[in-house]
Nanobody, 124 residues
Framework: QVQLVESGGGLVQAGGSLRLSCAAS????????MGWFRQAPGKEREFVAA????????IYADSVKGRFTISRDNAKNTVYLQMNSLRPEDTAVYYC?????????????????WGQGTQVTVSS
């Protein structure tokens, strides 16, 4: 059982930055692809970014490409999401997830473990 704990959310003005962190409970974290998803009120869960187990590959949603960067530190069992140039439409609860059976994916179905989420609110 992998436990994931997100942190770093908060309230920020449009154009500002935040860095989310997701700490994993297992040392086998380094074997897993990791992803970030978000869900705004009344909307479906949306893919944001994902990274391979080694950190050598990453994919992004078109809506965040060029503004967000996903990274990981396997020595610290932690994955990060650096969010720059934030917009009000980025407001959502952000979740990190671990994929234990597959490579990094845009599909939430490929992820087996999820964190509890952290709220990001961007004011205009």
């Amino acid at each position: 059982q992998v436990q994931l704990v997100e942190s770093g959310g908060g309230l920020v003005q449009a154009g500002g930055s935040l860095r989310l962190s997701c700490a994993a409970s297992e040392r086998t974290f380094s074997n897993y692809a990791m992803g970030w998803f978000r869900q705004a009120p009344g909307k479906e869960r949306e893919f944001v970014a994902a990274i391979s187990w080694s950190g050598g590959g990453a994919i992004y949603a078109d809506s965040v490409k060029g503004r967000f960067t996903i990274s990981r530190d396997n020595a610290k069992n932690t994955v990060y999401l650096q969010m720059n140039s934030l917009r009000p439409e980025d407001t959502a609860v952000y979740y990190c997830a671990a994929a234990t059976r597959s490579t990094y994916s845009r599909s939430y179905r490929e992820y087996d473990y999820w964190g509890q989420g952290t709220q990001v609110t961007v004011s205009s």
